[in-house]
Structure formats: structure tokens, C-alpha cells
């Protein structure tokens, strides 16, 4: 049972947009979600993460919107660089799982010249 | 600081064979978690340690098994080995198991 969904396998966008990366869940336990961005054969590199007590989170050129009433996040890139062409992983955590992670299937990010 | 660093990088073993997987978190984690990728099933967790203890288990066989020791280094086996435990196997470290983790490169087992 997949409880972490990116319905959108691949994303293609031009540099110096915005890129946007959607996830859906289905358990309301999960409280805390991360968003990860991975190269093959490496270990994810931890983007932004955001709590359920909050709507929005930003660093730098990355910013995540949590809709709790939808199950819904998203990460929005901007500007796109190419150095951005990577998988992205949407994470979810519960509050009685500890050190538990649930991914999503992944999107793929190609930010083109 | 230092990451998480995970060891050997590559692997290959045969069936039936068993194999142990290292793990050395960032300094001042105390959880660690296991995880394994493959394409068909993407990331699946398989447990965590958080002071020597296993605090949680996702669904795999026994023949998936781990330790922490005192240092917060951890260890993954894995007995009998089959095709199918061909994968990257990831550790992750947090300072909780509820904040922010921090992966290593992973460990590319095949099994042939």
C-alpha cells in the first residue's frame, strides 16, 4: 500500500523557471515530510523538510507547501539550474514511527538549457 | 563534519552466501535506519536503531538483521542471500530518528 504518491514520474523544465514537484499521502498520522534529491548509485541529499505545524518552508531557491486538508505537498524550485537534473523523493514520517521514512515512487527532473 | 559513510561501496556474493553491511553515522546521531532500493519497489525501509536498540522494523524476512553498538555505528546482515536482495542498501543518520536524515552513499550488493 503505497501511502506516499508523486503521480508525476518525470518533469521536464527550462532553466531559470520554476520547476514544481507534487506528492500525496494518504496517512494522517504522517507529520513530518522531507524532500530528498538523488543521483544514481548515491545516497538521497536532504533538501527541505517541513513540520504539520506549519504551511510553508523556504531555503535558498527551494520552498515546500504542506496542505494538510488536501494531503497534499509540493517543492518548488527557482530558479531551475541545470545542476538540478536529478530524482526527487518525497518522505513522509508518523508520529509513532520512529526513524521511519515512507518514500514516494520519485520524480524525475530535467532542467534543460 | 563528516557524513555518513558507508562500507564497502560495492559488493558481489552468491547465493546462499550472507553478508554484513557497515554503517558509521554523523557524529552526535544516535538513530540509524537501513534501506533498501530497487527498481521495482524504490525505497523500503528495513529497521532502526536508536542506542543499541531496534525501535522499529519494516517488512522484511528474518534473514534481514542489524545491530548499533555503543558508538552509534550500525550493521546490517543479511543470511542466505538471494537474486532478489540485489539492490542499494542506504543507511540514514538523525540526530532522533525524528529530525532531518542524512544518507550515506549506499552499498551496491549483487547477488549472483
Known amino acids: 500500500d503505497q501511502q506516499v504518491k508523486q503521480n508525476s514520474p518525470s518533469l521536464s523544465v527550462q532553466e531559470g523557471r520554476i520547476s514544481i514537484l507534487n506528492c500525496d499521502y494518504t496517512n494522517s498520522m504522517f507529520d513530518y515530510f522531507l524532500w530528498y534529491k538523488k543521483y544514481p548509485a548515491e545516497g538521497p541529499t536532504f533538501l527541505i523538510s517541513i513540520s504539520s505545524i506549519k504551511d510553508k518552508n523556504e531555503d535558498g531557491r527551494f520552498t515546500v507547501f504542506l496542505n494538510k486538508s488536501a494531503k497534499h505537498l509540493s517543492l518548488h524550485i527557482v530558479p531551475s539550474q541545470p545542476g538540478d537534473s536529478a530524482v526527487y523523493f518525497c518522505a513522509a514520517s508518523a508520529t509513532d514511527s520512529w526513524g521511519k521514512l515512507q518514500f514516494g515512487a520519485g520524480t524525475q527532473v530535467v532542467v534543460t538549457p | 563534519k563528516a557524513g555518513v559513510t558507508q562500507t564497502p561501496r560495492y559488493l558481489i556474493k552468491t547465493r546462499g552466501q550472507q553478508v554484513t553491511l557497515s554503517c558509521s553515522p554523523i557524529?552526535?546521531?544516535?538513530?540509524v535506519s537501513w534501506y533498501q532500493q530497487t527498481p521495482g519497489q524504490g525505497l523500503q525501509f528495513l529497521f532502526e536503531?536508536?542506542?543499541?536498540?531496534?525501535?522499529n522494523k519494516g517488512n522484511f524476512p528474518g534473514r534481514f538483521s542489524g545491530r548499533q553498538f555503543s558508538n552509534s555505528r550500525s550493521e546490517m546482515n543479511v543470511s542466505t542471500l538471494e537474486l532478489g536482495d540485489s539492490a542499494l542498501y542506504l543507511c540514514?543518520?538523525?540526530?532522533?530518528?525524528?529530525?532531518?536524515?542524512?544518507f550515506g552513499q549506499g552499498t551496491r550488493l549483487t547477488v549472483v
Open positions: 536503531y536508536f542506542s543499541e536498540t531496534q525501535r
Open positions: 557524529s552526535g546521531h544516535r538513530s
Open positions: 540514514a543518520s538523525s540526530v532522533t530518528g525524528r529530525t532531518e536524515a542524512f
